[in-house]
């Protein structure tokens, strides 16, 4: 029997972008619509079972203190992980995450693992599963009614392109996800993903 790799993991992010919701699916795979928002502090643990490793994660939900960016450093500091969160249909809660991922690099642990997730994904119709299908065939003119409109596309309520997230996390070092709490996709994998990068030895 392996030992299991304790892990602190903070989750960072604009007040009802999903923190809450995406934990509850990760530990309970359950959600609640109109989820109250979290009294006291918050902490769950669930394990994640990798092929050479077994990483406990110990997970630090906000009671709410993001709302004015209160976050006292002691709650990050010696995290090895950090699930920074922004709802895909608001775009103030990507310029959120941004400056928390700011923080983090400027304050937490040099080694943390940051995630950078895009959560509410449900709620976009997409047509398709990529956002540049129309892209190849559009046509050279200023037609602003291209065929590229966010209405074209079915995704109608996306405020943060996928792409430019991703050159972003990128360009940041970061892991990046899509996820729906709601539907549980794309949620094991922001956790599987973090697990496998956490230095162990
Ligand atoms: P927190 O403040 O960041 O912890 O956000 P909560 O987890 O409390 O969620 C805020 C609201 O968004 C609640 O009403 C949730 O039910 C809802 N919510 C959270 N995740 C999702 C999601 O993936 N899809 C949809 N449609 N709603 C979500
Ligand atoms: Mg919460």
């Given at each position: 029997p392996q030992k299991p790799f304790q892990t602190k993991l903070v989750l960072l992010g604009e007040a009802a972008v999903g923190k809450s919701s995406v934990v509850l699916r990760f530990v309970q795979n359950d959600?609640?619509?109109?989820?109250?928002?979290?009294?006291?502090?918050?902490?769950?643990?669930q394990k994640c079972r990798l092929e050479d490793r077994l990483i406990k994660f110990e997970i630090w939900d906000t009671a709410g203190q993001e709302r004015f960016h209160s976050l006292a450093p002691m709650y990050y500091r010696n995290a090895q992980a950090s699930a920074v969160i922004y709802d895909v249909t608001k775009a103030s809660s990507f310029e959120k995450a941004k400056s928390w991922v700011k923080e983090l690099q400027r304050q937490a642990n040099p080694n943390i693992v940051i995630a950078l997730v895009g959560n509410k994904i449900?709620?976009?119709?997409?047509?398709?599963?990529?956002?540049?299908?129309n892209a190849e065939t559009e046509e050279e003119d200023d037609d602003e009614?291209?065929?590229?409109?966010?209405e074209a596309t079915g995704d109608s309520l996306r405020a943060v392109p996928k792409d430019e997230a991703e050159a972003y996390a990128k360009e940041a070092g970061l892991l990046f996800f899509e996820t729906s709490a709601k539907t549980g996709e794309g949620v094991v994998e922001v956790f599987t993903e973090i697990a496998k990068?956490?230095?162990i030895d």
């Open positions: 959600f609640q619509e109109n989820k109250e928002p979290t009294i006291g502090a918050a902490f769950l643990t449900d709620l976009l119709k997409e047509a398709s599963s990529s956002s540049n299908a009614t291209a065929t590229t409109t966010p990068k956490i230095p």
